[in-house]
Structure formats: C-alpha cells, structure tokens
C-alpha cells in the first residue's frame, strides 16, 4: 500500500504584516514516487534539505500533483522538472487568465506551469494503485485532493480545500476564490468519509465525534522575536473570521 511522508508541514501562523503561506508539502510513495505541492520559494531550501535527508533529490520524484494553483502552494514545482505535474484542467485554464481580484493567482502563474509537463486530471484518476484524484472545488475552480489507502486506513490528502481542523469543524472556507458552496460541500465530503485528513495548513487529524485527534504536535520554531520584543504581540485563539469571498467572483467564468 502507499505510504504518506509529510515533508514539510503546514501551517496556519498569521501575522497583521502580510501571509506568511507555510503550506503542506508531502510524499506519497508506492509503485510510484509522488509529490503533493511544492510550496512557495521562501521554503525552497528547506524542502531540498528535507528530501536530502531520505536519500533523495528532485531527480527522484515520478509525479507532481498540484492541489491548486495559489502562490504559496506552486513556487517549487520547477524544481522537478522531470516530473509530470498532475492538475484539474479548470485550474490550469484559470490560472492562464485569473480574475483581476485574486491576489493568490498572480497573472505569472500560468507562465509557470508552462514551463512543465502538465497532464490534466479529474475525479477518479488513478495516480497509482491505491491513490487516486478526487475532485474538491470552491476555494479555487480546480482544487484537487487525493485519496490513499495505506495500512492505516483511508487518508484524505486535500490542500487548501480544509485548511485547518479549525476549517473542518465550522465547515466554512476562509478563503472562497471560486464558489462557496462547492466548498462548502467539498470540506463536507471530506469530513463525512472519517478518513485521516492531510489538510493545507495544518497537521494530520481526524474528526471524532465532534473533536479533532492529531496524527503529530505541532513543531516550530520562530527567531528573531519573543514576548519580550517590542511591538511584538502575541495572539494564541484569535476568533474565526467571516468567509472572504473575492469581489466579482459572480462574473467568472471558463467557458
């Protein structure tokens, strides 16, 4: 069965200066050797070291998958050039001609995935035995998942469709670029499976009557700024925000 490596974990840290965008990058590996996302560029050495660390370098990667095309989840992909990179045909068509208003689709994405084998993929799709496409839009028009049987259990691994635990229990996306009520029944499809969730910016976890159970405890380690730093200012539990739903999003269209 195939096996889900984390990478790099992602994160939701926030600060009122700008996004710091720490996403999940992982790696599934069975009869083949699959990448999930690649991160953005200020993890770019980070990510090298950490396949380094498991004998490894972008050489050694079969497959991309790209959950979806937003900045912080897309950087690294050229990295592996040698490796096809798997993407919702609606993603890759927005991301040649994103809506002015989306400021996580620059209008140099779709310069970047042309610089790659791109195959474009749907529900179903079959990346190797026992990992397989499953289609999540909402928060951006072809956001993608995947499901993978491994030996402990079904795992969902979704990106940006469930950002965080947080996410899945209010069944709201913060971030609708798209459509909200596809994303809203895409966290739903989600949760209601019980699988093990890889969400974009958060660890493992699951949800059990109600609650969430972590696969792994949160790990970092911040420099350069403490509680005894002027100015700086700590938040632990901020309170949930309302849906940001990009303006003009009614008037998008692929056709």
């Known amino acids: 069965m195939p096996r889900i490596d984390v990478l790099m974990e992602g994160y939701s840290v926030g600060t009122d200066v700008g996004i710091i965008g720490f996403c999940s990058v992982l790696l599934i590996e069975g009869e083949k050797r699959v990448l999930f996302d690649s991160a953005h560029v200020g993890r770019r050495t980070?990510?090298?070291a950490q396949l380094e660390?498991?004998?490894?370098t972008p050489?050694?990667?079969?497959?991309?998958?790209?959950?979806?095309?937003?900045?912080?989840?897309?950087?690294?992909c050229d990295l592996f050039e040698g490796a096809p990179l798997l993407v919702h045909e609606r993603e890759l068509r927005y991301a040649h001609r994103p809506h002015p208003n989306d400021w996580a689709t620059p209008k140099w994405t779709g310069a970047i995935l042309d610089l790659l084998e791109t195959v474009e993929v749907g529900e179903g799709y079959e990346v190797m035995p026992g990992c397989r496409v499953i289609d999540l839009p909402g928060?951006?028009?072809g956001s993608i998942g995947l499901e993978v049987e491994t030996d402990e259990g079904l795992?969902?691994?979704?990106?940006?469709?469930?950002h965080n635990a947080a996410v899945a229990l209010r069944g709201q996306n913060p971030l609708i670029f798209w459509n909200e009520e596809q994303a809203a029944a895409s966290i739903r499809r989600c949760v209601q499976s019980g699988a093990l969730i890889y969400p974009g910016h958060d660890q493992p976890f699951w949800i059990r009557n109600g609650e969430v159970?972590?696969?792994?405890?949160?790990?970092?380690?911040?420099?350069?700024?403490?509680?005894?730093?002027p100015g700086a200012r700590f938040v632990e539990n901020p309170?949930?925000?309302?849906p940001w739903i990009m303006p003009g999003i009614e008037e998008q269209r692929l056709d």
């Not at 095309?69 to 950087?75: E, G, K, R, S």
């Not at 159970?213 to 730093?229: A, D, I, W």
């Open 46 to 48: 980070y990510l090298l």
């Open 53 to 56: 660390a498991r004998g490894l």
């Open 59 to 76: 050489a050694d990667i079969d497959y991309q998958v790209l959950s979806h095309a937003h900045w912080d989840h897309v950087q690294n």
């Open 139 to 141: 928060h951006s028009p």
């Open 155 to 162: 795992c969902l691994v979704v990106g940006d469709a469930i």
């Open 213 to 229: 159970r972590y696969r792994s405890e949160f790990r970092m380690t911040l420099t350069g700024v403490g509680p005894n730093k």
């Open 239 to 242: 309170p949930p925000r309302e």
